[in-house]
């Protein structure tokens, strides 16, 4: 079995990072930048036509998609996927809100507040993510009622792809919203999560 993953670890192929060390797969980094020339060229447009990262070959089958490749791998390896359907079903669940509903202001705000260059950084728009935030870790705090984890009884890969999109969430401040502190704590105590984020710190 070959995997590769492509993507320097500081970007969103952190989550992929981090899933195959939970997973125990062995796998090629190729930690390429965005914004670099490599991640445009023919060769890697063919693995994936976006020319975004994060991307994998895993046996000669190309994905792209940060959380579908996340998925993908735990479904393969038959680990941190939920016994049943109802927690496939919060699995997607919870990935798709991931995406669709938090990591987009989340960006904006690290962005406007922290990532670009300081001339670069529009105010009102780091204001306006600040004020949609709030609402959506209302949601999760109240999901977290009574439960330790997402999914399941145990960390899932529900678990890994929502708190991977919630990285720079104790940068915006987690005080209100206690039990997403906590379970946040508990996913990144993972020894995997902190070999992944060993490798986003390294900046290859
Ligand atoms: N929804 C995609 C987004 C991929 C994406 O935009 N990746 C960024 C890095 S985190 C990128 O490659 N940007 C380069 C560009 O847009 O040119 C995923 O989750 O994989």
Not at 20 to 26: D, H, I, R, V
Request: hydrophobic share 50%; net charge neutral; with cysteine.
């Amino acid at each position: 079995m070959s995997l590769t993953i492509y993507g320097a670890a500081a970007s969103r192929a952190f989550r992929v990072y981090w899933a195959a060390e939970e997973l125990g797969l062995p796998y090629e980094h190729v930690a390429w930048k965005f914004g670099g020339p490599e991640i445009k060229s023919a060769e890697y447009r063919a693995i994936n036509p976006n020319a975004t990262i994060p991307a994998i070959v895993d046996d000669g089958f190309p994905l792209f998609e940060s959380l579908a490749i996340t998925l993908y791998l735990a479904r393969k390896a038959g680990k941190l996927w939920p016994a049943d359907l109802r927690g496939e079903a919060l699995t997607y669940q919870w990935t798709l809100w991931g995406a669709t509903e938090v990591e987009g202001p989340l960006g904006q705000w690290a962005y406007h507040t922290m990532l670009l260059p300081e001339a670069d950084r529009k105010p009102p728009i780091a204001e306006e993510a600040a004020r949609k935030l709030p609402v959506k870790l209302d949601v999760l705090e109240g999901a977290l009622a009574g439960r330790q984890w997402l999914a399941a009884d145990a960390f899932t890969i529900a678990d890994l792809n929502l708190a991977a999109v919630l990285f720079r969430a104790p940068a915006f401040g987690l005080a209100r919203w206690p039990r997403v502190a906590d379970w946040h704590s508990r996913c990144y105590a993972r020894p995997a999560a902190q070999r992944a984020v060993a490798l986003r710190n390294a900046k290859p």
